[in-house]
């Protein structure tokens, strides 16, 4: 029992260290006093009848959400797992059934009429540390490339990484998480693996796991390296990535709980730190997940682990336990070992398309009958919430494989040629008569569908956090993650299909509620029980010091 919430003033009781020991630790106190208590800020009962069902997420509390649009996004389920009418059923953090009518006695009840009800969006990668830092770089590809341009002058290398991220305390890497967290579960995000790649020492460590945990959602800390500092060396308490066995047995050593380990395990910082993250992570069980992309030089480095002859003993290779980031400009040879062995791929579809990390890898993935989990990657430079991540997987897909299919004629003998993929020059060499309008080619993949963005955004995001088991469907027995999007709303309704609603109309004003492991964290709009203005305050001093630390003028219009 606990008396805050039996008051109406629910807490957090997904930490498994007490709060106590976390204050402990005198260089965190700060930390904690910052944004402590986050869901404690008010009550969080609205008037009656307008009120989530009481204690939700609770053992043994049950509630029905009664006569929503149900895509449950399990095909293995009647009727396809889609159902125009359908009530969910809720005891304590599981969904106990799905289906039309169900009897739940005095259970409590969440009106779905109008809404769609579908599983919370899994994000696989992204840096929750840079919240303070959104928008900054929104111009700005990796590294600074020569040319003058604002573009190639702002860069994520020499800003976010060397500049910025040296500087953080503690205290930053707290607000930072908890902000840019709770900002998500409010867009219906209810699962994130958080790169944090800001352990400068074990006390950054422990503020980002701590944030995660009070933040509430489903959650994979990725235990990665001291970014920015480790190049400068600023680094004198960084116990990168030899601290890993200490925050495992502190933190996660049990499975049931919100949030889980991931050791990062970058190959870009040197075949000895490979060797020796790589090592860590296996020997603790642990997923271990990489950025791969060829700008940073990284192809001969994979082709090397596919052949098992990675880190400085060449004794490292790529394993099922493996989760790559990007993987632009990857080898074949690479690309068939990651399918042989199932490792799994997060392609940040904007973020690369926007920073020159090279073409998002889906119509290779396509063609070799794998498919991706979706990442938003650095809000520095664009937006985390999910419907922009499916609009932009979708548009990326459909713009090459219709280029593809209308270029056909001509052997596709102009493309690929990111340069220059207008219609005409290609159009006027092809014989026949008007309408100039090909069949696709067999080895072309089919344009992606809602579905298809869907199922990328929920379930492939579970498996490749290996949290199938808990969430991305809406299947009886599972944890419920669970979101109810407004389709009564001036920007959807009337309601025609709704897949295609809900990724080609909606945004995060359609997401209405939030059920995060059967516990409501979102309702009727606004989060529930969370002091926005007070983290929002918090953040705003954090990232003052930040860029006061790091020398760069705050200037609302200035361009590089
Ligand atoms: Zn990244």
Redesign the pocket.
Known sequence: MCRLCDEGRPQDHGSQLGRRDFLKASTLAAAAAAGGGILAARPAAAHDGDAPPADSGRPGRRYVIRGGYVMTMDPSMPDHGEFSKADVLVEGKKILAVQPNIRAGGAGEIDATGRVVMPGFVDT?H?QFETALRSFLANGVLINDGSGSPSGTGTYFEYILLTFAPVYRPQDVYINEVFGGLSQLDAGVTTVHD?SQIHHSPQHSDAAIQALFDTGRRAAFGYFESAGANILGTNPGNQYPQDAPRIKKQWFSSSDQLVHMIMGGEVYLGDATTEQSWKIGRQLNLQIAA?ILSPFGIRPIMDALAMGQGGSNHDIGIGPDNLF?HMTGMSDAAWQKVKDVGAQVSIAFPIEMNMRHGMPPLIRMQQMGMEPSLSV??ECTLTADFFTQMRSCMNLQRLVVNQMTLDSPNGNQNLPDPRNWELPQSAVTVPGSFPYWPTPPADIPAPLTTRDALRYATINGAKALRLDGKTGTLTPGKEADIILLDATALNVAPLNHVPNAVVSLMDRTNVETVIVAGKVRKWQGNLVGVDLNRLRRQLEDSRDYIFRAANVPQNLFRDF
């Open positions: 990668h840096h790169v950025h980031i990657d650095v």
